[in-house]
């Protein structure tokens, strides 16, 4: 069996010492073996890397070619142009279109799944910028970036992108006191503050979504009220005891406003989609109540329609007059957000773009350091 899908590792070897992509292997042997003549496939390519993608590609391939239906689950575009045939699309437990691929394109599927036009998955805002919140002059770090300079303005989108290695993120883990600096100052709201630990942000009011939610976001193990109430639990202690009323009305308000989908406030994180569980860390920030957030790769690994809700609850914070960071992979994203776009490259900001005055073109030559950027 391992052979007819061209396996290259032993059939005595042990689980343990597979990678993710073999034992994806595994598992299909184990329904060949029953002679299965639908084998469905639920977000395969998750943990894998491109190589191993484009393995389980080859694998697809060949069962389809031995006469056996796949059903291929993905959110990512490109997996589903690249494998199916034929699509349905699901929005909300009922399906909302089907066909087939060579009859669709990106920009349809989007629209079927998010519930409106590609052009209004990022709405227009018009909100007139309030003072500066926060001013960081000189941020550096020995080894990961250096001299990072910027300011933030109430209910401004600040967009910083880039390409993996640039720094952006060990800038944002700093800001936050993750790591320390070596050098550089940060003033909120005027006054110069001192980051020396994440306490000392959360304090002064700034919160910090990561890029890896599981890792560093979330406690799996605990439910949604515990896991939504974390960077807040002062606000919930009463008389020396911790309100379980108080926290509920929290979870309900900030749970009902982002759309978190889950069968009561107590259900574990490990029982959530990876969309609910990114609404979940980010209403744990908000509940913080601060003035500035640093969102991470918000919607990164998460359904096109969470995609959208996130974008849109981005925007709200934005109207509200919250001062927000986003760091992101995504191109369209970041354009898409963005009142104004930082690109840093090698550690070091390589430009800075005002909303109008960009184009893919600019940021992505600022990123890669192809030539200087207009």
């Known amino acids: 069996l391992l052979k007819r899908i061209d396996a290259d590792f032993s059939p005595d070897a042990l689980l343990k010492q597979l990678s993710v992509a073999q034992k994806h292997m595994v598992e299909i042997t184990r329904a060949l073996s029953h002679d299965a003549s639908v084998i469905i496939m639920d977000e395969p390519t998750a943990a894998l890397s491109r190589n191993e993608i484009e393995d389980l590609y080859r694998i697809v391939d060949q069962l389809k070619s031995q006469g056996r239906a796949i059903v291929f689950i993905s959110h990512k575009f490109d997996e589903i142009f690249q494998v199916a045939d034929r699509f349905v699309c699901l929005r909300d437990g009922e399906k909302v279109g089907e066909g087939l691929i060579a009859d669709v394109t990106e920009a349809e599927l989007v629209s079927l799944m998010v519930g409106r036009p590609i052009d209004q998955v990022f709405p227009k805002r018009d ?22 300079s910027f300011e933030l303005r109430r209910g401004e989108i600040l967009g910083f992108y880039g ?23 940060v003033m909120l709201e005027g006054h110069p503050i001192r980051i020396h630990a994440p306490a000392d942000a959360i304090a002064a009011g700034i919160s910090y979504v990561p890029e890896d939610r599981q890792q560093q976001g979330v406690v799996l193990p605990l ?32 749970g009902t406003r982002l759309d978190v989908r889950a069968a009561h406030w107590e259900q574990t994180l490990s029982e959530l989609s990876g969309g609910n569980q990114q609404k979940v860390v980010i209403a744990k920030w908000l509940a913080a109540k601060p003035k500035v957030v640093i969102l991470d790769e918000p919607t990164k690994g998460i359904d ?15 109207e509200e007059g919250l001062a927000v960071i986003l760091v992101s992979s995504e191109l369209p994203e970041i354009m898409g957000l963005s009142d104004r776009v930082i690109v840093m490259q090698e550690g070091r900001i390589a430009a800075s773009f005002e909303r109008g005055a960009w184009s893919a073109e600019k940021i992505v030559t600022a990123a890669t350091g192809a030539r200087k950027a207009a």
């Open 127 to 148: 909100i007139k910028l309030g003072d500066t919140v926060l001013k960081v002059q000189g941020l550096s770090n020995p080894t990961e970036f250096a001299d990072i």
């Open 304 to 318: 096109v329609g969470s995609k959208a809700a996130v974008h849109d609850f981005i925007g709200e914070l934005a």
């Open 223 to 254: 439910g949604i009220r515990h896991n939504m109430t974390l960077a807040s639990i002062s606000q919930h202690v009463k008389n020396w005891f911790l309100s379980k009323s108080s926290e509920l009305d929290t979870v309900r308000a900030l």
């Open 163 to 185: 390409l993996v290695g640039a720094g952006r993120s060990e800038a944002m883990q700093c800001l936050f006191g993750l790591t320390a600096p070596s050098a550089g100052t």
